[in-house]
């Protein structure tokens, strides 16, 4: 408990003027494959406009094409605060049709998904320069947050002066480690959460609120 | 004083050791050879100061501009094409049989790469060297470690010559055929060099082959334009930045 009082005290440092106007701000999900993005994107869709984004699968890089849900308001604190939310397919170097054929998927169907998320991953960064006023990054904490991509994406995102928060999922699993994840990046708030059983979202949509309202 | 140092103007006598590792004085590694008899500046002449390249105001922009330059021509016949590029259209070497497709980059076919004998993880090296390496030798060419002298069935033509080996992995080589490289059968191997080429240039996506890919993260966010499609053939479409087209056009 104590790490998240430690995160509630943290509230008052706000950088909420980092925006000024009404526009939606577009937010970024982004992550590496099946840390839990589409789930996240639909937990918050659902919770606020009733709508999902996108299918939620085990199978790494179901999101294949960058999805939006637009004009998603959350109401915090008597404040309201609207965001367009943006689901990316999962960033990796790497792509290989063979991991699908683990998943009983066969090997036609699985070199055209390789295919498709190789252009997702195109097209997330492309948006990552383009179109996006924050993100949030999303981290498996059953994983070894120390990787290749999670360190040149979140300096990519800090280069280009992005408000970013990080995302601690799957905290329901028992091997999770919020704090390995924090100890990754301690430049950056690191919010623990579990998108697929809605643990601690007042908590999430708090610091949503904070950071890109 | 034959030798001197582009960058501080230091001169060196022929066949000065000191320069052998740099200038002492600066540190400059190149040198203006400078035959006696010759004016000597003082200093060094400036770098020629033609027409300037115009600075970008962005130094990402200028990345991108020095990386993606080379694919613009190849880019504009795409675009200037038709709005969808045609699939059926020449690849770059079809076109160009002539040479000269050195430069262009954004097209990578990873299936000829492939019929052409060298793998993604070949680098630089020519067909015949993946050959030998992947390639299986023929038990009559491998020399009997009994038999130092090779005296086996087949006397091998040179002692065991590995480059044989490599040969004999393609067919049975011909008696007395002196050719040590076996060279892809379908394929012009400097079409397969050249393919290599653009395959390194074009880095941000890299099609180890259909369904395999690695990618460059970096280099697929530092770009203006963006890969919209992989094709089953190995090709691309990219969306380019309207603003290459007109400029490239103004530029003819």
Not at chain 1, 10 to 23: P, Q
Not at chain 1, 155 to 177: C, M, R
Not at chain 1, 181 to 191: D, G, I, K, L, M
């Amino acid at each position: 408990m104590g790490l998240l009082t430690d995160l509630r005290s943290s509230i008052s440092r706000a950088t909420s003027s980092l925006f000024a106007g009404t526009e939606p701000k577009r937010i970024g999900i982004y992550g590496p494959p099946n840390a839990g993005k589409t789930t996240l994107a639909n937990r918050i869709a659902r919770d606020w406009t009733g709508d999902a984004v996108g299918p939620e699968s085990h199978v790494p890089h179901e999101t294949r094409r960058a999805r939006r849900k637009e004009n998603v308001e959350i109401k915090r604190n008597g404040k309201s605060v609207t965001i367009d939310v943006v689901d990316t397919p999962g960033v990796t170097t790497k792509v290989d049709y063979k991991e699908f054929l683990e998943h009983d998927i066969e090997e036609d169907d699985a070199v055209r998904r390789s295919r498709e998320a190789t252009e997702g991953v195109a097209e997330a960064m492309h948006w990552l320069r383009e179109d996006v006023d924050g993100v949030i990054y999303v981290l498996d904490s059953t994983e070894d947050p120390f990787t290749q991509v999670n360190t040149m994406l979140v300096g990519i995102i800090e280069s280009q002066d992005l408000p970013v928060l990080i995302f601690a999922n799957k905290i329901d699993l028992e091997e999770a480690s919020v704090q390995r994840v924090s100890n990754a990046f301690p430049q950056h708030e690191t919010v623990p959460l579990s998108a697929l059983e809605g643990d601690n979202m007042d908590e999430v949509y708090d610091k949503i609120a904070e950071h890109f309202g | 004083m034959p030798h001197q140092c582009t960058g501080c103007g230091e001169r060196f006598a022929d066949g000065s050791k000191e320069m052998l590792s740099g200038c002492p004085e600066c540190g400059g590694n190149k040198f203006q050879f400078r035959p006696q008899g010759a004016d000597v500046p003082e200093e060094p002449e400036e770098p020629k100061s033609g027409p300037q390249p115009e600075p970008a105001d962005d130094p990402q922009e200028s990345s991108v501009a020095e990386t993606v330059g080379r694919a613009t021509t190849r880019v504009r016949d795409f675009v200037s094409g038709g709005d969808e590029p045609d699939p059926n259209a020449a690849w770059p070497d079809e076109r160009d049989a002539t040479g000269d497709v050195g430069d262009d980059g954004e097209i990578i076919d990873a299936d000829a790469r492939r019929e052409a004998g060298t793998d993604a993880d070949a680098g630089a090296e020519d067909a015949a060297q993946v050959n030998a390496r992947s390639g299986l030798a023929a038990p009559e060419d491998v020399p009997d470690p009994d038999d130092p002298a090779g005296a086996g069935d087949e006397p091998p033509a040179a002692g065991g010559d590995p480059t044989d080996s490599a040969d004999a992995s393609d067919g049975p080589p011909a008696a007395g055929d002196d050719r040590v490289v076996s060279e892809p059968s379908d394929e012009d191997p400097d079409l397969a060099e050249l393919r290599e080429q653009l395959n390194d240039q074009f880095e941000s996506i890299k099609i180890v082959e259909p369904g395999q890919y690695e990618l460059n993260l970096m280099e697929l966010y530092d770009r203006e334009e963006y890969i919209i499609a992989l094709q089953e053939n190995g090709r691309y479409v990219i969306q380019v930045p309207d603003q290459w087209i007109g400029a490239d056009v103004d530029d003819r």
